[in-house]
């Protein structure tokens, strides 16, 4: 892609259920969002290397001379993409005068981006000179799948640049995407990447962020949902500041201290992912769709008390559960919790009365409005989203934008 500049993007994503379950095999139902990542690359002949991220305020650049030991300390296959030994992190780190053990947004960042950079470009022993910009309409660090969007747009780019894989094929609406052998890559290398900013990431954030759409993770196994009805969400930020990589770390820390007591609840959380499924397909068949709600709802309500006792919950989050409870909601923590943000099930339809509040005749729509409000006052953000524009008709491998301009 010598002198063009390519625009990439990735969604975030929604975890409906199976969150740190999902970190030890059990499986997760997740769906993207229309909150998006982007990345612009350009190709320079000016001997630099630079990385601007406007939502971190980091902007850092390089002599693409000071790289070259990126290529003598990463010997990777370009096309086996394999994850960082800790050596050749700890290398990445003194280059970037990171201290061992600093967990902070920027240091992550940056190291996710050295390292699939040197991983990336060590087959064709050249190291490029480019500058990389990259924007989100996600939340840094707040569940959505921030990082796993972050490490999609830098592969899908990155493997491009270099030439790994191929131009991706035009679509009818001006979008592009990639053939399915070359998303698999770029989920693989993106996987790399998440586990420099995770540690132990399940693969299910960079699997959404790939391909988009719905999808049921099992074991390493992307299983596209198809039969899942239009669910409405609101979607709460906290805002309370978390690290995922803490998170999962504490839930391991339980797990071995604790094993026949965590152990169970975690096969719980997997048999609540695989009920929702279920109960997502007997809506879409039409099968008595007032129940259906009712089990979903259940289910949110277990998976929030189970979230809670393996220690990813947060008062911040109990606040949003009580909240949306006095209007008869149902909501629970999403992605890796401790503050960050929830979803609350919407019901469908403008006719649903309030329950807890039957003097207060009102619509769904006033429910929501009248949640939204109060919740507000809590200040914490909330924005409504729907499935159905992610969800139905869409195909895996239809997620990856690119475009091109110049040359
Ligand atoms: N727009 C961005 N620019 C630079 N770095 C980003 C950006 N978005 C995410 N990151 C990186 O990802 C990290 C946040 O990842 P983390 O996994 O903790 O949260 P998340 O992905 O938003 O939530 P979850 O993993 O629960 O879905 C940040 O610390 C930063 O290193
Ligand atoms: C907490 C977790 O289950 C989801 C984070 O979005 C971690 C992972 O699956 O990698
Ligand atoms: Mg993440």
Redesign the pocket.
Known sequence: MTDKTLIVSAPG?VILHGEHAVVHGKVALAVSLNLR?YLQIGLCSNGRVQIN?P??D?CLSWESAALQFLLTTIDADVLNPKAASQEQVDKLRQFAGIPDGCV???S??IL?FLYLYGAISASSRQLPSMEIL???E?????????????SVCLAAALLTANESIACPVPEENGTVRWAEDELELINKWAFQGEKL??GNPSGV?NAVGTWGGALKYHAGKIMPLNRIPTLRILLTNTKVP????TLVAGVKDKLNKFPSIIGPILNSIDAISCECERTLAAIVAGDSTEESYAVLEELIDINQHHLNVIGVGHSSLDRLCQATALHSLHSKLT??GGG?CGITLLRPGTVQRYKTHPCMKGTVEMKVAVVTQELRVQSVDCFLCSTRHRILGRQRGERMEKQEKGG
């Open positions: 994503k990542t991220l939502n971190i980091t902070d947004t920027r992550l960042a996710c990259v924007w989100s996600l939340p840094t660090g707040a569940g959505l799948g921030s990082s796993a969007a972050y900013i995770h954030d978390r690290s995922t990589k992605g890796a960050g």
